[in-house]
């Protein structure tokens, strides 16, 4: 039996976290006997596990008060994520996000053990300071493979990493809406969702603004951001500062966010930057229409523009608001936007997805 190690640094929501839970899952429920290793401790989890899946929480999350302080955790949780490593016996370790890919290459230098790592965000635009970004010039050669989302992300790793090391796998659909047949989306609540963690890259200060500029043109429609993070408290005070503050929602951490898709019309992305969002697919999946921004990378990969969503110009607000304010008058477009979004079932298959991957491990592992 093939054994695998996943290793994160938490399961405590975000996509990257929501995708090595799911990598773990399957891998697990066919055949293969996969160990979950994150620095996190267990009691922040927000992602069911296959019940095979072996669990390894290092609870070694905190945080450092000075550099040198950072430097000593870091050096600890290397240690022990190595010994976890080496105590799983696996035959291949895959590493996600770019920090912790760092880290477990650090930690795993010296041992035989082939390791995958994958980047999962646009490290063109996401920065992880000097340092972090030295290290990884560093060692992500050492990387027996190195797996990016998109092909802008594969080019930024090709300068420091061989060309014969580097694989292009997308995310993908991980669990296709069963929906009635019998029903659309114009019956749904009229409602335009976002979700994602309240952070300054997800842009909700420009989509806020945007639904500000075409609220009282539609006032009938409602706002609801699902997710939560560090500007939580700035976006409340934009929220009661704006002219429509009963009419946009922050609904923190949502536990079933498919209840949250089928009560909702359209769903925005004003993100800066993104890897690949797996919230595109979800809610294409649930047959909702996007308005996002055109940022790198991952929009332009998912959706085809006037065919199942719209792609406005990056951080151009009053662009997005006009677009949010064509789509809202226009039944018809919606419902067209709509009926074809749910391809990405097909487009973005779990099988295949699962396929690339194991090409990569079969390289890899040898």
Same mark, same amino acid.
């Given at each position: %039996?093939?054994? =695998?190690?996943?290793?994160i @640094?938490?399961?405590?929501?975000?996509?990257?976290e929501?995708?090595?839970?799911?990598?773990a899952?399957w &891998?697990?429920?066919?055949?293969?006997?996969?160990?979950?290793?994150?620095?996190?401790?267990?009691?922040?989890?927000?992602?069911?596990?296959?019940?095979?899946?072996?669990? $390894?929480?290092?609870?070694? %999350?905190?945080?450092?008060?000075?550099?040198?302080q950072?430097l000593? #955790?870091?050096?600890?949780?290397?240690?022990?994520?190595?010994q976890? *490593?080496?105590?799983?016996?696996?035959?291949?370790?895959?590493? =996600?996000?770019?920090?912790?890919?760092?880290?477990?290459?650090?930690?795993?230098?010296?041992?035989?053990? !082939?390791?995958?790592?994958?980047?999962?965000?646009?490290?063109?635009?996401?920065?992880?300071?000097?340092?972090?970004?030295?290290l990884?010039?560093?060692?992500? !050669?050492r990387? @027996?493979?190195?797996?990016?989302?998109?092909?802008?992300a594969?080019v930024?790793?090709?300068?420091?990493v061989?060309?014969e090391?580097? @694989? $292009?796998?997308?995310?993908?659909? &991980?669990?296709?809406?069963?929906? +009635?047949? #019998?029903s659309?989306?114009?019956?749904?609540?009229q409602?335009?969702? +976002?979700?994602?963690r /309240?952070?300054e890259?997800?842009?909700?200060? %420009? /989509?806020?603004?945007?639904?500000?500029?075409?609220?009282?043109?539609?006032?009938?429609?409602?706002?609801?951001? +699902?997710?939560?993070?560090?500007?939580?408290?700035? /976006?409340?005070?934009?929220?009661?500062?704006?002219? @429509? !503050?009963?009419? *946009?929602?922050?609904?923190? &951490? $949502?536990?079933?966010?498919?209840?949250?898709?089928?009560?909702?019309?359209?769903?925005?992305?004003?993100?800066?930057?993104?890897?690949?969002?797996?919230?595109?697919?979800?809610? %294409?999946?649930?047959?909702?229409?996007?308005?996002?921004?055109?940022?790198?990378?991952?929009? +332009?990969?998912?959706?085809?523009?006037?065919?199942?969503?719209?792609?406005?110009?990056?951080?151009?607000?009053?662009?997005?608001?006009?677009?949010?304010?064509? =789509?809202?008058?226009?039944?018809?477009?919606?419902?067209?936007?709509?009926?074809?979004?749910?391809?990405?079932?097909?487009?973005?298959?779990?099988?295949?997805?699962?396929?690339? &991957?194991?090409? $990569?491990? #079969?390289?890899?592992?040898?």
């Amino acid at each position: %039996m093939r054994r =695998l190690a996943v290793v994160i @640094h938490s399961l405590n929501g975000g996509g990257a976290e929501r995708n090595a839970a799911e990598m773990a899952n399957w &891998w697990s429920s066919h055949g293969t006997q996969v160990t979950l290793i994150t620095l996190d401790g267990a009691a922040q989890d927000r992602y069911r596990l296959h019940p095979q899946v072996d669990r $390894v929480a290092l609870d070694l %999350m905190s945080e450092s008060q000075s550099r040198w302080q950072g430097l000593r #955790e870091n050096l600890r949780r290397s240690r022990q994520l190595r010994q976890a *490593i080496e105590d799983a016996s696996v035959d291949a370790v895959i590493s =996600l996000t770019d920090k912790m890919n760092v880290l477990t290459l650090f930690a795993c230098r010296g041992l035989e053990v !082939p390791i995958v790592i994958s980047e999962q965000t646009n490290p063109g635009t996401h920065e992880i300071g000097r340092l972090w970004n030295w290290l990884r010039r560093r060692l992500y !050669p050492r990387a @027996h493979a190195v797996v990016t989302l998109t092909e802008t992300a594969r080019v930024f790793c090709s300068a420091f990493v061989p060309q014969e090391k580097l @694989h $292009v796998i997308g995310n993908c659909v &991980w669990s296709p809406a069963e929906l +009635a047949p #019998e029903s659309t989306i114009l019956d749904r609540p009229q409602q335009i969702l +976002a979700v994602g963690r /309240l952070a300054e890259e997800k842009g909700y200060d %420009m /989509l806020l603004h945007a639904f500000d500029m075409i609220a009282d043109q539609h006032p009938d429609w409602q706002l609801a951001i +699902a997710g939560d993070g560090p500007l939580r408290a700035e /976006l409340e005070t934009w929220i009661q500062r704006s002219g @429509h !503050p009963e009419r *946009i929602q922050l609904l923190g &951490w $949502v536990d079933n966010i498919a209840e949250q898709y089928r009560n909702a019309q359209i769903l925005t992305l004003s993100s800066r930057y993104e890897g690949f969002p797996s919230v595109v697919l979800e809610a %294409m999946s649930y047959a909702l229409p996007v308005v996002s921004f055109d940022c790198e990378t991952g929009p +332009a990969e998912i959706i085809r523009h006037d065919v199942d969503g719209l792609l406005i110009p990056p951080n151009d607000v009053a662009a997005f608001a006009a677009a949010l304010q064509s =789509l809202l008058a226009d039944r018809a477009q919606r419902l067209r936007l709509s009926t074809a979004a749910v391809s990405v079932n097909e487009r973005f298959g779990v099988e295949n997805h699962f396929s690339a &991957w194991d090409k $990569v491990l #079969e390289q890899a592992v040898g």
